[in-house]
């Protein structure tokens, strides 16, 4: 499955973004699908994730309460609703599926297919 991801940009503190994630060449309901991130000089960290049906999230406990992950299934589509950013949230976004899982999990290594990443910067 190829990954592309989208909708990144600047917002000051407080403001929200959502970023979306196209996926093609796979069938996109198979997938459980996530969102890491990556932020300068730090290692790519877990977001959320999602399992097929949408009824199974996991988030970080950094973003609990701020972010909520979405899909939909007909639109090949996954989504990642951002609230209240804080500067700490820049990074560049990052989408990632798998086909192999069933539940949404927060493992780097579990994930075979990423997209290219969408930059988010948040301003103070």
């Known amino acids: 499955v190829q990954l592309q991801a989208s909708g990144g940009g600047v917002v000051q503190a407080g403001g929200s973004l959502r970023l979306s994630c196209a996926a093609s060449?796979?069938?996109?309901?198979?997938?459980?699908m996530a969102w890491f991130r990556q932020a300068p000089g730090k290692e790519r960290e877990f977001v959320a994730s999602?399992?097929?049906?949408?009824?199974?999230?996991e988030y970080a406990d950094s973003v609990k309460g701020r972010f909520t992950i979405s899909r939909d299934n007909a639109k090949d589509t996954m989504y990642l609703q951002m609230s209240n950013l804080e500067p700490e949230d820049t990074a560049v976004y990052y989408c990632a599926a798998d086909d192999r899982l069933i539940s949404a999990v927060g493992r780097l290594s579990a994930f075979a297919s990423w997209g290219q990443g969408t930059l988010v910067t948040v301003s103070s």
């Open positions: 060449g796979g069938t996109f309901r198979h997938y459980v």
């Open positions: 999602i399992n097929w049906s949408g009824s199974n999230t």
